[in-house]
């Protein structure tokens, strides 16, 4: 499994007419290099580490009939008003970044950044020489089908944690750069409320990438990401298909972190709206049987069920749809310490009273009761759930980053096609083109 993100790309490998000429000096036959043109294909590393390159064949430095080497290979940077001053080649090493012995079919060029990238710097790649590189039967490149690379941006430190962890496991894809940015942007927003350096754990469902990658914990990438139970398909471009299974979140809020019995909060995203009295969006109780952390957002009588850390009831919040954020928030052990938000505003203050921690792991798109049985699996669509401490100082700014985030991805039109890495560029309903790497 390779360990970086592969997308859209095509090689073609075109071999001229093999040519002869004639050596003036020895009269041996030597085989003409601007006669042969050797196409690759490359990817291109989200963080800017390397550049992969592929070959249609194995490769060799002429100077040895060893590895390619970095003198090998000349790099061109431009700038074109990026804040990114140089790019330099660092090594030149095989897939794995282990030494070349030559014979490789695909090099990876290490690089060297002066100065974080804006997304808008290129690098161009190729050839020292015209018979710098060869390949298996002595034929110079001197082509290298335009390996012109566009920089990424510099990420976020918290979304470049996500995606180190994506490119160093077997199994994971991230977005092409268009979503990268969108997310990227979503955790900056995230983190200026406040709120991310008080949460436990982050849950995207990234519907871009593939399904490993829509299982992360954002908070912290490897542990605690989700599990599936029973079956939640995925699809590229519509995230999970919900109703027929749960996530397991490895997340037991008496051994949490941040959320503690008097200072917690739960703060989630549905993209449906749905009137049913046995779905959850999330939820689980003490073994115990006298607490809970759970909600059901929309009863048939328009009203919600939810516990924190407290006995469920029917609350008394009229709430005339499920879809969009809510927050589910404890402030102190009191019932007016419990508090319900939805897209941002308090819909009720009045609740119940703080009893325990859950000791059970925490369920969503279902609920777990104090036998560990699973039970009101939900049609409800949950795109986003964040466990923590209380948030409700900053619901409304939680509120519009996750509204943001939404309107960001609606203006993106993605194709199905995106996923199976079959072209270069797919263009938007609105004429943009969006290039790949």
């Not at 071999?15 to 043109?37: E, H, I, P």
């Not at 710098?132 to 990424?152: E, H, Q, R, W």
């Not at 009203?303 to 924190?308: K, Q």
């Not at 996750?402 to 938007?428: D, H, R, Y």
Request: glycine fraction near 8%; charge should be negative; aromatic fraction near 10%.
């Amino acid at each position: 499994m390779r360990n970086i993100i592969f997308f859209l790309l095509i090689a073609f490998s075109v071999r001229a007419q093999q040519q002869t000429s004639v050596n003036a000096s020895t009269g041996t036959g030597k085989r003409a290099a601007q006669n042969y043109l050797y196409t690759v294909a490359y990817d291109s590393d989200p963080l800017n580490r390397f550049i992969l390159i592929y070959f249609d064949g194995p490769v060799y430095s002429t100077s040895d009939d060893a590895g390619v080497k970095s003198s090998d290979l000349q790099i061109i940077f431009a700038q074109n008003g990026g804040t990114a001053t140089n790019a330099t080649i660092a090594s030149v090493k095989n897939i794995s970044n282990s030494d070349l012995v030559g014979g490789e079919n695909i090099i990876r060029v290490n690089l060297t950044l002066s100065g974080s990238a804006s997304g808008i710097e290129t690098v161009t790649i190729k050839p020292a020489t015209d018979f710098a590189i060869k390949d298996g039967y002595s034929y110079s490149i001197i082509s290298l089908n335009n390996v012109l690379i566009t920089l990424s941006p510099t990420y976020d430190t918290r979304y470049q944690d996500v995606l180190s962890y994506v490119l160093s496991n077997a199994g994971y894809v991230a977005p092409v750069r268009e979503y990268r940015t969108i997310e990227n942007q979503w955790v900056v927003d995230i983190n200026a409320t406040g709120e991310w350096a008080t949460l436990d754990r982050a849950f995207r469902f990234s519907k871009y990438g593939n399904i490993n990658y829509a299982l992360l914990n954002w908070k912290t990438p490897g542990t605690g990401n989700l599990t599936i139970g029973l079956s939640m398909p995925w699809v590229y471009g519509n995230g999970f298909t919900v109703g027929s299974g749960y996530f397991l979140t490895g997340w037991v809020p008496s051994s949490a972190t941040n959320c503690v019995l008097n200072d917690c909060g739960i703060f989630h995203a549905s993209e449906t709206d749905l009137q049913n009295n046995a779905m959850s969006e999330y939820g689980v109780r003490n073994v115990a049987n006298t607490s809970q952390i759970s909600i059901n957002s929309r009863l048939t009588d328009n009203t919600s069920t939810i516990g924190l850390n407290s006995n469920a009831g029917a609350s008394a919040a009229v709430m005339t749809t499920s879809s969009g954020t809510i927050l589910h928030d404890r402030v102190s052990s009191l019932t007016s310490g419990h508090d319900l938000y939805l897209n941002g505003a308090l819909v009720d203050g009045t609740n119940f009273a703080s009893i325990a921690l859950p000791d059970q792991e925490m369920v969503i798109e279902a609920f777990k009761g104090n036998t560990g049985t699973i039970t009101s699996i939900s049609s409800r669509k949950v795109s986003l759930w964040m466990g923590g401490a209380s948030m409700g100082t900053n619901v409304a700014a939680l509120n519009t980053a996750e509204t943001n985030f939404v309107a960001s991805n609606a203006a993106v039109t993605f194709l199905q096609n995106l996923k199976t890495e079959s072209v270069l560029t797919i263009t938007t309903n609105d004429g943009t083109t969006i290039t790949t790497d």
